[in-house]
């Protein structure tokens, strides 16, 4: 059984390690772009429901391989990669600083 407190350093970790995933259209990391919905433990397995900007995106079969390889590499435990559509993903969902380098407007 995974401890609450090694279970927060995990998701720490999670995080800062997904932001080394870049989307190779955008050329911004997956969790700046807002790709990742949720990542949380659901007993002792991490789960993440993660998106795409579009359904057919090029790297629709390779980016959650690399994001499952990426979370199972730092992470102690088992990993649970699920692509999701709802709800689509826009540009809203672009964190502030990476929109303005984009050069969008909010």
Sequence with gaps: ??????KK???DLAWSAL???????LALDIV??????RMEFVEDRLECDMT????????????????QE???????????????????????MIDPVSAKALGLRR
């Design 1 to 6: 059984m995974v401890e609450e407190t090694a």
């Design 9 to 11: 350093e995990i998701l």
């Design 19 to 25: 932001r080394g995933v870049i989307d190779p259209e």
């Design 32 to 37: 700046a772009l807002g790709l990742i919905y």
């Design 52 to 67: 795409l900007t579009t359904l057919g995106c090029p790297v629709s079969e390779s980016m959650p391989i690399q994001v």
């Design 70 to 92: 990426v979370l199972e590499r730092c992470c102690s435990t088992e990993v649970e990669v699920k692509l999701v559509w709802s709800p689509p993903w826009g540009v809203e």
